[in-house]
């Protein structure tokens, strides 16, 4: 078990020192570019007749330091892919027809063996507004999934998640991680350029 231990950490120590190495490659390569494109003006796009979308491209373009913020932030995201195989867990939900299939047989009195009080109706927000539990094999799902979501979304895998949960039958919660999308219509670079109509 003392030699298990030591390549145990020897490997830990191996898997630290690539990431590092990776995180250093990548902020080297983005001071580089960067260096070279900062004899070139970039001016900023007419705010009234741009997205979202390049608005923020331009703005990353302009500042170093949200540029180097996205470069951590994309090293993480693959560093926890590296482990994401040994940290997910996607594979024990059903089909998802029927999302708090529990709660909602002893609701539809299918369940009369459940004594315990819970929510009356079912909904994302009944247990938070009714202030009563899910069925206990619901919120134990309900935990599950959310710390499945939690390692997609550490992983940079939004479209994972959005996928489970719209497996697991919650739509909503799927739809909840389009929240951060930037708006984007290629028309207004057409309008701009074309001069008018």
């Not at 990431?19 to 001016?43: F, I, M, P, Q, V």
Request: with cysteine; net charge negative.
């Amino acid at each position: 078990t003392v030699y298990r231990k030591a390549i145990s950490e020897l490997f830990q120590t191996l898997s630290h020192e690539k990431n590092t190495w990776r995180l250093l490659g990548k902020l080297y390569l983005d001071r580089l570019t960067s260096d070279k494109d900062a004899n070139e003006e970039k001016l900023l796009p007419s705010v009234a007749r741009t997205s979202e979308k390049k608005l923020i491209e331009n703005l990353f373009r302009k500042s170093r330091e949200l540029t180097e913020g996205q470069i951590v932030v994309d090293w993480l995201e693959a560093n926890a892919r590296d482990d994401f195989d040994e940290n997910a867990r996607l594979d024990y939900y059903s089909d998802g027809s029927v999302s708090l299939e529990n709660t909602l047989a002893v609701l539809k009195g299918d369940d009369k063996s459940y004594r315990r009080p819970i929510v009356s109706s079912i909904d994302p927000d009944a247990s938070r507004r009714e202030g009563k539990p899910l069925h206990d094999l619901d919120e134990e799902d309900q935990s599950r999934l959310l710390k499945s979501m939690f390692i997609c979304i550490r992983a940079g895998l939004l479209e994972t998640a959005q996928d489970l949960c719209i497996r697991v039958g919650q739509p909503w919660r799927a739809a909840c991680l389009e929240g951060w999308k930037l708006f984007h219509d290629p028309n207004y670079g057409k309008c701009s350029s074309g001069g008018g109509g």
